[in-house]
Protein backbone atom coordinates (compact mmCIF):
# COMPACT_ATOMS: atom_id res chain seq x y z
CA UNK A 1 0.00 0.00 0.00
CA UNK A 2 1.13 3.51 -0.72
CA UNK A 3 -0.51 4.77 2.08
CA UNK A 4 -3.11 6.95 -0.24
CA UNK A 5 -4.75 4.19 -2.32
CA UNK A 6 -5.94 0.53 -1.53
CA UNK A 7 -5.39 -2.77 -4.02
CA UNK A 8 -8.73 -2.51 -3.92
CA UNK A 9 -9.39 1.29 -5.06
CA UNK A 10 -9.78 2.75 -1.65
CA UNK A 11 -9.10 6.62 -1.17
CA UNK A 12 -9.23 8.92 1.93
CA UNK A 13 -11.28 10.96 0.10
CA UNK A 14 -14.14 7.93 0.16
CA UNK A 15 -14.24 8.38 4.10
CA UNK A 16 -14.55 12.04 4.17
CA UNK A 17 -18.19 11.91 5.31
CA UNK A 18 -17.78 9.31 7.89
CA UNK A 19 -18.59 10.62 11.67
CA UNK A 20 -19.42 6.99 13.02
CA UNK A 21 -16.59 4.01 12.83
CA UNK A 22 -17.86 0.68 13.75
CA UNK A 23 -15.34 -1.60 14.72
CA UNK A 24 -15.23 -5.74 15.06
CA UNK A 25 -13.05 -6.72 18.08
CA UNK A 26 -11.36 -9.92 17.65
CA UNK A 27 -8.62 -9.66 15.11
CA UNK A 28 -8.89 -5.80 15.10
CA UNK A 29 -8.61 -4.47 18.63
CA UNK A 30 -7.29 -7.43 20.34
CA UNK A 31 -5.64 -10.49 18.56
CA UNK A 32 -7.87 -13.74 17.56
CA UNK A 33 -7.28 -16.44 19.70
CA UNK A 34 -6.89 -20.12 18.39
CA UNK A 35 -9.67 -21.54 16.53
CA UNK A 36 -12.28 -23.13 18.29
CA UNK A 37 -10.41 -20.93 21.62
CA UNK A 38 -12.12 -17.59 23.26
CA UNK A 39 -11.34 -15.02 24.94
CA UNK A 40 -13.01 -15.73 28.49
CA UNK A 41 -11.10 -13.09 30.64
CA UNK A 42 -9.52 -9.48 30.24
CA UNK A 43 -6.38 -11.82 30.79
CA UNK A 44 -6.58 -13.79 27.75
CA UNK A 45 -6.78 -10.44 25.87
CA UNK A 46 -3.43 -8.73 23.84
CA UNK A 47 -4.20 -5.77 22.13
CA UNK A 48 -2.99 -5.35 18.36
CA UNK A 49 -0.47 -3.23 18.70
CA UNK A 50 -1.55 0.37 17.57
CA UNK A 51 -4.95 -0.06 18.28
CA UNK A 52 -4.96 2.24 21.45
CA UNK A 53 -3.74 5.00 18.87
CA UNK A 54 -5.90 4.30 16.51
CA UNK A 55 -9.01 4.89 18.27
CA UNK A 56 -7.50 7.71 20.35
CA UNK A 57 -6.81 9.40 16.94
CA UNK A 58 -10.46 8.65 15.98
CA UNK A 59 -11.70 10.18 19.29
CA UNK A 60 -9.80 13.12 18.56
CA UNK A 61 -11.98 13.62 14.98
CA UNK A 62 -14.99 13.85 17.07
CA UNK A 63 -15.99 10.38 15.52
CA UNK A 64 -17.96 8.03 17.39
CA UNK A 65 -16.44 4.81 17.96
CA UNK A 66 -18.74 1.63 18.22
CA UNK A 67 -17.51 -2.25 18.81
CA UNK A 68 -19.94 -4.82 17.24
CA UNK A 69 -19.05 -7.89 18.40
CA UNK A 70 -19.60 -11.73 17.62
CA UNK A 71 -19.50 -13.54 21.15
CA UNK A 72 -20.76 -17.31 20.20
CA UNK A 73 -18.49 -18.12 22.89
CA UNK A 74 -21.44 -17.79 25.51
CA UNK A 75 -23.84 -19.80 23.89
CA UNK A 76 -21.20 -22.24 23.79
CA UNK A 77 -20.80 -21.94 27.31
CA UNK A 78 -17.00 -20.92 27.43
CA UNK A 79 -17.91 -17.59 28.83
CA UNK A 80 -20.98 -15.86 31.06
CA UNK A 81 -22.54 -12.54 30.04
CA UNK A 82 -21.16 -10.99 32.82
CA UNK A 83 -17.63 -12.23 31.86
CA UNK A 84 -17.77 -10.34 28.71
CA UNK A 85 -19.35 -7.21 30.13
CA UNK A 86 -15.68 -7.36 32.67
CA UNK A 87 -13.75 -7.81 29.74
CA UNK A 88 -15.35 -5.38 28.14
CA UNK A 89 -14.80 -2.67 31.31
CA UNK A 90 -11.30 -3.70 31.31
CA UNK A 91 -10.45 -2.63 27.85
CA UNK A 92 -12.67 0.52 28.47
CA UNK A 93 -10.15 1.08 31.43
CA UNK A 94 -7.10 0.00 29.58
CA UNK A 95 -8.16 2.54 26.01
CA UNK A 96 -8.29 5.12 28.66
CA UNK A 97 -4.99 5.30 30.12
CA UNK A 98 -3.87 5.62 26.48
CA UNK A 99 -6.55 9.06 26.01
CA UNK A 100 -8.88 6.62 24.17
CA UNK A 101 -12.35 5.42 24.93
CA UNK A 102 -15.05 3.65 23.15
CA UNK A 103 -18.49 5.47 22.40
CA UNK A 104 -20.75 1.90 22.70
CA UNK A 105 -20.48 -2.19 22.22
CA UNK A 106 -22.95 -4.08 21.27
CA UNK A 107 -22.65 -7.80 20.98
CA UNK A 108 -24.07 -10.81 19.99
CA UNK A 109 -24.24 -13.84 22.52
CA UNK A 110 -25.88 -16.27 20.23
CA UNK A 111 -24.79 -19.44 18.30
CA UNK A 112 -24.97 -19.75 14.58
CA UNK A 113 -28.42 -19.19 12.55
CA UNK A 114 -30.50 -18.36 16.36
CA UNK A 115 -30.75 -14.53 15.41
CA UNK A 116 -30.36 -11.77 13.26
CA UNK A 117 -27.70 -10.01 14.97
CA UNK A 118 -25.09 -12.47 14.73
CA UNK A 119 -22.52 -10.80 11.82
CA UNK A 120 -23.23 -11.12 9.06
CA UNK A 121 -26.35 -10.49 10.08
CA UNK A 122 -27.04 -6.96 10.84
CA UNK A 123 -28.94 -6.55 14.32
CA UNK A 124 -25.95 -5.32 16.35
CA UNK A 125 -25.63 -1.95 13.39
CA UNK A 126 -29.85 -1.44 13.60
CA UNK A 127 -29.87 -1.45 17.02
CA UNK A 128 -26.73 1.23 17.15
CA UNK A 129 -28.52 3.48 14.72
CA UNK A 130 -31.13 3.17 16.78
CA UNK A 131 -29.55 4.53 19.72
CA UNK A 132 -27.45 7.07 17.57
CA UNK A 133 -30.51 9.04 15.68
CA UNK A 134 -28.13 10.99 14.00
CA UNK A 135 -26.01 8.76 12.60
CA UNK A 136 -26.05 7.58 8.99
CA UNK A 137 -24.82 4.03 7.37
CA UNK A 138 -23.66 6.22 3.76
CA UNK A 139 -21.35 8.01 7.06
CA UNK A 140 -20.62 5.53 8.81
CA UNK A 141 -17.64 2.68 8.17
CA UNK A 142 -17.10 -0.92 9.53
CA UNK A 143 -13.62 -2.28 9.86
CA UNK A 144 -13.29 -5.83 10.60
CA UNK A 145 -11.24 -8.74 9.51
CA UNK A 146 -13.70 -11.05 7.92
CA UNK A 147 -16.21 -11.48 5.20
CA UNK A 148 -19.04 -11.27 8.14
CA UNK A 149 -17.79 -7.60 8.65
CA UNK A 150 -17.61 -6.64 5.30
CA UNK A 151 -20.59 -8.24 4.61
CA UNK A 152 -22.82 -6.71 7.24
CA UNK A 153 -21.19 -3.37 6.98
CA UNK A 154 -21.99 -3.35 3.22
CA UNK A 155 -25.45 -5.05 3.76
CA UNK A 156 -25.95 -2.03 5.79
CA UNK A 157 -24.80 0.42 3.35
CA UNK A 158 -21.78 1.53 4.98
CA UNK A 159 -18.19 2.17 3.37
CA UNK A 160 -15.80 -1.18 4.60
CA UNK A 161 -12.10 -2.03 5.61
CA UNK A 162 -10.99 -4.89 5.37
CA UNK A 163 -7.91 -5.54 8.13
CA UNK A 164 -5.99 -8.39 6.21
CA UNK A 165 -1.82 -8.97 6.01
CA UNK A 166 -2.45 -10.56 2.09
CA UNK A 167 -4.26 -9.55 -0.61
CA UNK A 168 -7.62 -9.12 -1.48
CA UNK A 169 -8.74 -12.52 -2.42
CA UNK A 170 -12.47 -11.43 -4.08
CA UNK A 171 -14.22 -9.98 -6.26
CA UNK A 172 -17.21 -11.25 -4.76
CA UNK A 173 -20.55 -9.07 -4.76
CA UNK A 174 -22.03 -7.38 -1.79
CA UNK A 175 -18.63 -8.55 0.22
CA UNK A 176 -16.14 -6.34 -1.51
CA UNK A 177 -14.62 -3.61 0.84
CA UNK A 178 -13.85 -0.41 0.35
CA UNK A 179 -10.63 -0.92 0.64
CA UNK A 180 -7.90 -2.89 2.27
CA UNK A 181 -5.38 -2.05 5.72
CA UNK A 182 -2.89 -4.33 7.35
CA UNK A 183 -4.14 -3.06 10.82
CA UNK A 184 -6.28 -0.39 12.03
CA UNK A 185 -3.83 1.73 13.22
CA UNK A 186 -3.29 2.13 9.30
CA UNK A 187 -6.93 2.08 8.19
CA UNK A 188 -7.09 5.12 10.41
CA UNK A 189 -3.99 7.01 9.23
CA UNK A 190 -4.52 6.07 5.67
CA UNK A 191 -8.43 6.69 5.07
CA UNK A 192 -9.96 8.55 8.71
CA UNK A 193 -7.17 10.81 9.80
CA UNK A 194 -4.84 11.41 7.10
CA UNK A 195 -2.96 14.17 8.68
CA UNK A 196 -2.32 12.93 11.43
Known sequence: MNGKTSPVGGRANDFLS????????DGVINRKVQEG??????????????AERAIALLN???????IV???????LGHLSEPDLLSI???LRLHLGSFGAH???????????????????????????????PDARP???????????????G???????????????????TIGRPTALARSLLEAVETYLCVSA
Request: proline residues 6%.
Open 18 to 25: VKFVFLDR
Open 37 to 50: SYCTSWQTIAMIPG
Open 60 to 66: QTSRKVI
Open 69 to 75: TNQRGIA
Open 88 to 90: HEN
Open 102 to 132: IDSIYYCPHDLGQCNCRKPGTGLFERAFRDY
Open 138 to 152: EASVMIGDSDSDVIA
Open 154 to 172: ASMGMKTILITEGPYPGPC
